[in-house]
C-alpha cells in the first residue's frame, strides 16, 4: 500500500521559510514521481512542483517559481518542498502526491500537472500570518 505522510507545516511570519517534507512508501513500482500541491480555503488545488525518481528532473508551475525549490532523497524516499519569502496568500494546506508507476515523462508544465496523479498524502496545515 503507498503512503505518503507529509510533515514540516505550521505557523509563520511572513517573509519566513518552512520547509516541507512527504516520506513515501509502498510503491510497487521502482520509478515514481512526486508532487507538491496546496489548496486555501474556497480556492481550487494548485500544482506547485514535480520532481522524478529517475534523474531528478524537476518541473514548477510558472507561478511557483523563484520562492518555491523542490528537492529530494532517494535513500530515504522522502522529497521536500523548500519555501522561502511567504506570505499570507500561501495559506493553504500542502500535499503531496505521486505518480506510480512512472517512466520519466515530464509531470508538470508550466501551467502545473500534466497527468493525474495516484496517491494522495493527507496534508499540512501552512499558516503565514501578516
Known amino acids: 500500500e503507498v503512503q505518503l505522510v507529509e510533515s514540516g507545516g505550521g505557523l509563520v511570519q511572513a517573509g519566513g521559510s518552512l520547509r516541507l517534507s512527504c516520506a513515501a512508501s509502498?510503491?510497487?513500482?521502482?520509478?515514481?514521481?512526486i508532487g507538491w500541491f496546496r489548496q486555501a480555503p474556497g480556492q481550487e488545488r494548485e500544482g506547485i512542483s514535480c520532481?522524478?525518481?529517475?534523474?531528478?528532473?524537476?518541473y514548477y508551475a510558472e507561478s511557483m517559481k523563484g520562492r518555491f525549490a523542490i528537492s529530494s532523497d532517494n535513500a530515504k524516499n522522502t522529497v521536500y518542498l523548500q519555501m522561502n519569502s511567504l506570505e499570507p496568500e500561501d495559506t493553504a494546506v500542502y500535499y503531496c502526491?505521486?505518480?506510480?508507476?512512472?517512466?520519466?515523462?515530464?509531470?508538470?508544465?508550466?501551467?502545473?500537472?500534466?497527468?493525474?496523479?495516484?496517491?494522495w498524502g493527507q496534508g499540512t496545515q501552512v499558516t503565514v500570518s501578516s
Open positions: 509502498g510503491f510497487t513500482f521502482g520509478d515514481y514521481a
Open positions: 520532481i522524478s525518481s529517475i534523474d531528478g528532473t524537476t
Open positions: 502526491a505521486a505518480i506510480n508507476p512512472y517512466s520519466g515523462y515530464p509531470c508538470f508544465d508550466v501551467r502545473g500537472p500534466l497527468y493525474e496523479f495516484d496517491y
